[in-house]
């Protein structure tokens, strides 16, 4: 009785079969490991966030109502030239109004940012806003008071409200950033009128103005930490959280750097960083691209 001849070829073709399988079997448990790796960060991200949310809302709700200082007005630069008044501080808004222009034009003309079409009018009111600083700010600079500082606040929180809408959107939830939109500029515009009337009641209050302001910037690095991001590039909104930052602290230290420089001040190079932040981010918005 002869013994059948098994085929080599048959053998072969067996063994990269089953190895191509196990790799099948390897890969998708390794995308298994991934995804609940990646749901255990955002889990643990969102504690985070809304643990710092909770504590937030809290904290200003004991603190002391916190009027504004008036010294807020004395900026370090007051130079009359070519007959306006702080010239450098009015003039050097002048950014904020080139970049808006600059990415209404990359936005709606060439249409060369890559943005999720859907809040596409988170972006627009963004850089309206943005657009609308140079003229707020720079209207309130020409005579320094809590009256004209009320529309310097007014479009700067709508772009900040803006944004944050966009951000959640694009790292978290299209639909919640979608729905967030209106009750997020409502919000920022509703603390900064709820600081003006207080002010001309003598019972000044920041603390609103403050938490609208300052709690999207604790948020917005963890979803950029630990949410995928919608698309790549995602150092652009780090550069415009770092230009942020040194606005900040070129603000605080206006009449140093004014003494040190000696042709500016601290305050007026606050608003050249902070349009370049926006400006950085609109060209990262030219050249991301979606992620898979």
Not at 50 to 56: D, E, Y
Not at 194 to 207: I, T
Request: proline share 3%.
């Amino acid at each position: 009785m002869s013994v059948p001849k098994i085929s080599y070829d048959l053998i072969t073709e067996d063994k990269y079969s089953l190895t191509f399988s196990k790799k099948i079997v390897y890969s998708n448990v390794c995308l298994l490991k991934e995804e609940k790796m990646k749901q255990k960060k955002e889990q643990i991200a969102l504690f985070f966030i809304g643990t710092i949310t909770l504590i937030s809302f809290i904290v200003i709700w004991f603190i002391a109502p916190i009027p504004q200082d008036a010294n807020y007005h004395n900026f370090a630069d007051s130079r009359n030239i070519l007959q306006v008044s702080n010239f450098w501080n009015v003039i050097s808004n002048v950014p904020y109004f080139l970049v808006g222009i600059y990415a209404f034009y990359k936005l709606l003309s060439l249409k060369s940012l890559t943005i999720i079409n859907e809040t596409k009018q988170a972006y627009v009111i963004f850089f309206g806003g943005v657009t609308l600083v140079a003229f707020g700010s720079g209207y309130y600079h020409l005579n320094p008071s809590n009256e004209t500082l009320l529309w310097d606040r007014l479009p700067m929180t709508i772009a900040f409200m803006a944004l944050f809408s966009f951000v959640i959107s694009e790292f978290f939830s299209l639909k919640l950033g979608k729905y967030l939109l209106l009750p997020l500029l409502f919000l920022g515009m509703t603390s900064v009128f709820y600081w003006f009337f207080s002010e001309l009641d003598n019972a000044g209050d920041l603390r609103a103005y403050a938490l609208v302001q300052f709690l999207p910037m604790l948020i917005m690095p963890m979803m950029f930490l630990f949410f995928k991001a919608s698309f790549s590039l995602v150092l652009g909104y780090w550069y415009l959280l770092l230009c942020y930052l040194l606005a900040k602290v070129f603000e605080h230290f206006d009449s140093q750097i004014y003494e040190l420089l000696g042709f500016i001040s601290g305050h007026s190079l606050k608003h050249i960083i902070s349009a370049l932040g926006v400006y950085i981010l609109v060209r990262t918005f030219e050249k991301r691209t979606i992620n898979s």
